[in-house]
C-alpha cells in the first residue's frame, strides 16, 4: 500500500565546514506536495541536492559555500534561502 508522506527535518543541521550530500527521490507524493522540507536552518559549509525529488527548503540558511543541484526541483517557501555567495 502507498501513502503519500512528506519526510521533514526540523532541527538546525551544521554542515561542520565540509559539503553535504541531500538525495531526494521521486515518491508517491503527489506533484503539489514535496518528498522532503529541511525546515531548520543550514549553516557552515556547502550543499549539494541531488535525485528526482523535490526538496523544500523553509529557513533563512546561513552556510556560505556553493549550492549544487543535480536533477532535484529545489522550492524555496517561506523564509527560505540559499546561501549568500559573493560574485
Known amino acids: 500500500r502507498s501513502t503519500a508522506a512528506t519526510l521533514t527535518f526540523a532541527n538546525a543541521i551544521n554542515h ?18 514535496p ?3 529541511i525546515s531548520g536552518a543550514i549553516s557552515n559549509g ?11 527548503l523553509t529557513a533563512a ?13 529545489v522550492r524555496l517557501r517561506d523564509s527560505g534561502t540559499f ?3 559573493a560574485g
Open 61 to 73: 540558511n546561513t552556510y556560505t559555500g556553493a549550492t549544487t543541484i543535480t536533477g532535484s526541483e
Open 16 to 33: 561542520d565546514n565540509g559539503e553535504r550530500t541531500i538525495r531526494v527521490l521521486d515518491g508517491v507524493a503527489a506533484a503539489s506536495t
Open 35 to 37: 518528498e522532503a522540507v
Open 46 to 56: 556547502s550543499l549539494s541536492i541531488t535525485g528526482n525529488g523535490r526538496l523544500d
Open 83 to 85: 546561501a549568500a555567495t
